[in-house]
C-alpha cells in the first residue's frame, strides 16, 4: 500500500463579470498529493503489469496522485459540483515528450436511481374506481461517472470529478498514469487544477488550484 502525503491547496476565485471583486482565495477545501513509482510497483493493475512486460526496451514510471475535497464549512462555503485535474508532460528543450501510455481511471461510477417521475392513473368500471400509482424514484438504477479520465498515449492526460444524486464530490480520489518516459532527458510534470463550487445564495463560483510544489515540477526521472 503507497502512502501519499497531502498538501493544502489554495484555490484562486476566477474573476467574472458581475463576480465580487474583492474574493478571497479559498483555503481548507482541496489537498492534493501525489508520488512517483516504478512500473512495476505493487498494486498496479494487472493491464499496466502486461503493457510494461510487452515493452522491455522502453522505461515507465507510474504517477499516482490524490485529490481530496473536503465538505463545505461554516467558513468554507458552497460545495464541490466539478473539477479537472490536468498534468502536462515535458522535457526541458520542448522536442520529444512523455506520454501517458496508460491512464486509471478511465472512469469510475457510481450507482444512481432512475428520477422514475410519481404518476397515477385510474380507471373506471362503472362505480368502480381502479387506480396504480408509480412512486417518485423508483425508475431503474444506472451507473453515473464521478471521475472519467482522458488522454491516454497523450502527454496532456486529464481527469474531471462530479457529484452525482446522493454522492457529494467529498473524500479522497486517487488517479494515476503510466508514463513512459523519453531516455536521457528530464521528464517532468506540471499539475493544473479547475474547481466549481455551488451554494445557494450566490449560484456558482469558480476557482483554479495553485498546486504545490509551485515553483517546479514534479519529476518522474532525469
Not at 417518485?136 to 474531471?160: F, K, L, M, T, Y
Request: charged share 25%.
Amino acid at each position: 500500500m503507497t502512502e501519499v502525503r497531502l498538501h493544502e491547496v489554495e484555490l484562486l476565485p476566477e474573476r467574472t463579470l458581475g463576480g465580487p471583486s474583492d474574493e478571497e482565495p479559498l483555503r481548507g477545501r482541496l489537498t492534493f498529493g501525489w508520488d512517483v513509482l516504478p512500473a512495476d510497483h505493487e498494486g498496479v493493475p494487472a493491464e499496466w503489469a502486461s503493457y510494461v512486460k510487452a515493452t522491455p526496451d522502453r522505461a515507465f514510471r507510474r504517477l499516482l496522485m490524490v485529490c481530496s475535497f473536503r465538505p463545505e464549512t461554516p467558513a468554507g462555503k458552497g460545495a464541490f459540483r466539478h473539477a479537472s485535474l490536468g498534468v502536462a508532460l515535458s522535457t526541458p528543450d520542448g522536442g520529444e515528450q512523455p506520454v501517458a501510455r496508460l491512464i486509471d481511471p478511465g472512469e469510475r461510477t457510481r450507482p444512481v436511481a432512475g428520477s422514475g417521475m410519481g404518476m397515477s392513473f385510474a380507471v373506471h368500471a362503472g362505480v368502480l374506481e381502479v387506480g396504480v400509482e408509480k412512486p417518485p424514484g423508483a425508475g431503474a438504477q444506472r451507473d453515473e461517472w464521478i471521475v472519467r479520465g482522458h488522454g491516454s498515449s497523450q502527454p496532456n492526460p486529464q481527469w474531471e470529478f462530479r457529484r452525482v444524486k446522493h454522492y457529494p464530490l467529498t473524500g479522497d480520489h486517487p488517479v494515476a498514469a503510466l508514463v513512459e518516459l523519453v531516455p536521457d532527458r528530464l521528464n517532468t510534470a506540471e499539475v493544473l487544477m479547475a474547481a466549481e463550487l455551488e451554494h445557494r445564495s450566490w449560484g456558482i463560483r469558480r476557482y483554479r488550484a495553485r498546486l504545490a510544489p509551485s515553483a517546479q515540477a514534479i519529476v518522474l526521472a532525469g
